[in-house]
């Protein structure tokens, strides 16, 4: 493939974004976390956003950049359909990420590409992602959205927490922790289906509804971009569906150990979508969880599956 020149699609939209949009209104994961810096040809340095309470990085983070930096290297009517990844070390918050870019095949329809990412002179996470020509086909079905309340009528997060912490009676350490929940800085907009009990009290099903939007504006854009940022969002509280059926324990320890995604239809990454989890299996300290992620028309974007590692502790039950 001929080389291409330091302007790439993905970098293209974050361009067009940022200046045709108010300060105020772009998505930092579009102006920041997913807008990687290119060094050299196939590699790119990515900075980090949010950083959660465990003081690794995001996984999310880290697949969204990989695919960016792999998205970069391929002609502009590929559009990525898969990627897999395997995280090997936890992510360094304190240093950027080094993204290699190794172009293993160029394809007339299809072409692979594989991605380090790299601290401290060793890859945290492997990822493969391959990428396919758009082509009309007259084999198309899908599984049903479930039906569920549409976004605008749910709370957001945020709105539950204020909710809770308007409680006279709420024990300070919950308050507390109700509070750190609330400043953290994350980049995604989330409005649970069934509301979820921070207190844990009662065993829940193994599956869990929410809408998800990135924060901010993204815009219609390019495919590749907004693929890009549905593997951010994708990660987020994914693995914690595993936990829901257990109140009597708690995540002392948890890590996502590898992470595989398949981009079926067009969508906006900045538009509400439903993501639905579930977890149907978890042993041997590990859980394994599937998802899919639904337009609001019904369409079927993206599916998902991750396992991960889950130590857990026995706590006696939460009052208010």
């Given at each position: 493939?001929?080389?291409?020149?330091?302007?790439?699609?993905?970098?293209?939209?974050?361009?067009?974004?940022?200046?045709?949009?108010?300060?105020?209104?772009?998505?930092?994961?579009?102006?920041?976390?997913?807008?990687?810096?290119?060094?050299?040809?196939?590699?790119?340095?990515?900075?980090?956003?949010?950083?959660?309470?465990?003081?690794?990085?995001?996984?999310?983070q880290?697949?969204?950049?990989?695919?960016?930096?792999?998205?970069?290297?391929?002609?502009?009517?590929?559009?990525?359909?898969?990627?897999?990844?395997?995280?090997?070390?936890?992510?360094?918050?304190?240093?950027?990420?080094?993204?290699?870019?190794?172009?293993?095949?160029?394809?007339?329809?299809?072409?692979?590409?594989?991605?380090?990412?790299?601290?401290?002179?060793?890859?945290?996470?492997?990822?493969q992602?391959?990428?396919?020509?758009?082509?009309?086909?007259?084999?198309?079905?899908?599984?049903?959205?479930?039906?569920?309340?549409?976004?605008?009528?749910?709370?957001?997060?945020?709105?539950?927490?204020?909710?809770?912490?308007?409680?006279?009676?709420?024990?300070?350490?919950?308050?507390?922790?109700?509070?750190?929940?609330?400043?953290?800085?994350v980049?995604?907009?989330?409005?649970?289906?069934?509301?979820?009990?921070?207190?844990?009290?009662?065993?829940?099903?193994?599956?869990?509804?929410?809408?998800?939007?990135?924060?901010?504006?993204?815009?219609?854009?390019?495919?590749?971009?907004?693929?890009?940022?549905?593997?951010?969002?994708?990660?987020?509280?994914?693995?914690?569906?595993?936990?829901?059926?257990?109140?009597?324990?708690?995540?002392?320890?948890?890590?996502?150990?590898?992470h595989?995604?398949?981009f079926?239809?067009?969508?906006?990454?900045?538009?509400?979508?439903?993501?639905?989890?579930?977890?149907?299996?978890s042993?041997?300290?590990?859980?394994?969880?599937?998802?899919?992620?639904?337009?609001?028309?019904?369409?079927?974007?993206?599916?998902?599956?991750?396992?991960?590692?889950?130590?857990?502790?026995?706590?006696?039950?939460?009052?208010?």
């Amino acid at each position: 493939m001929a080389e291409r020149g330091s302007e790439s699609p993905v970098g293209n939209e974050v361009n067009r974004v940022s200046k045709s949009s108010e300060p105020d209104l772009r998505s930092v994961l579009v102006t920041s976390v997913l807008n990687l810096e290119k060094l050299d040809t196939d590699l790119y340095r990515g900075t980090h956003h949010w950083v959660p309470r465990t003081k690794r990085l995001f996984g999310g983070q880290i697949v969204g950049q990989a695919l960016v930096a792999a998205a970069n290297s391929v002609a502009e009517h590929l559009y990525a359909h898969s990627l897999h990844c395997y995280f090997v070390r936890a992510g360094d918050p304190k240093v950027p990420v080094l993204y290699q870019v190794e172009r293993t095949r160029d394809g007339r329809s299809f072409c692979v590409r594989s991605v380090k990412a790299i601290q401290h002179g060793q890859p945290i996470l492997i990822l493969q992602a391959s990428f396919h020509m758009q082509q009309p086909s007259p084999l198309e079905h899908q599984f049903s959205m479930p039906s569920v309340p549409p976004p605008d009528t749910l709370l957001t997060v945020e709105e539950l927490i204020q909710r809770f912490l308007s409680k006279p009676d709420l024990a300070d350490n919950t308050r507390q922790g109700l509070n750190k929940i609330r400043a953290d800085e994350v980049p995604i907009e989330i409005k649970p289906v069934n509301p979820p009990d921070f207190f844990r009290r009662v065993a829940m099903e193994a599956k869990t509804l929410i809408w998800v939007r990135a924060r901010g504006y993204i815009g219609p854009g390019d495919m590749k971009l907004h693929r890009c940022v549905a593997a951010y969002v994708s990660d987020y509280a994914f693995l914690g569906t595993a936990l829901l059926p257990y109140p009597n324990y708690r995540s002392q320890f948890s890590a996502s150990l590898d992470h595989a995604m398949w981009f079926h239809s067009t969508f906006r990454a900045d538009e509400w979508m439903l993501y639905e989890c579930e977890s149907p299996w978890s042993g041997g300290s590990r859980g394994f969880v599937q998802g899919r992620l639904w337009r609001q028309d019904g369409v079927l974007a993206a599916s998902c599956a991750q396992e991960g590692v889950i130590r857990v502790k026995e706590v006696s039950q939460s009052k208010l």
